[in-house]
């Protein structure tokens, strides 16, 4: 697989949700666990992944909010959705 002009020459390792070519992160370690969630800025409510169709859902509370342990991750999540649904939602850092 051809690499030029790719950052560290890594190759791509397939494809994203929306169809958006991805290569692997670097990998972090840290001892403490950090959580992330997405909010509708519009309407404050936090998006989740319904279990039984994969379609995404809102709740008032991030109980059962879809989890993000880093914060590129959340964002990356966030824009990509911002584009599918016209709003990018927001990322919201919780308290242990």
Not at 33 to 51: F, M
């Amino acid at each position: 697989m051809k690499t030029e002009g790719f950052p560290n020459s890594l190759p791509l390792t397939g494809r994203g949700p929306l169809g958006l070519n991805q290569r692997p992160g670097p990998l972090m370690f840290t001892k403490y666990a950090e959580r992330y969630v997405l909010r509708t800025p519009s309407a404050g409510k936090y998006l989740g992944v319904a279990g039984h169709d994969a379609q995404i859902r809102s709740s008032d509370t991030p109980d059962n909010a879809w989890i993000f342990h880093t914060h590129d991750g959340a964002v990356t999540h966030a824009l990509w959705i911002g584009e599918v649904h016209g709003e990018t939602p927001d990322v919201v850092r919780l308290d242990s």
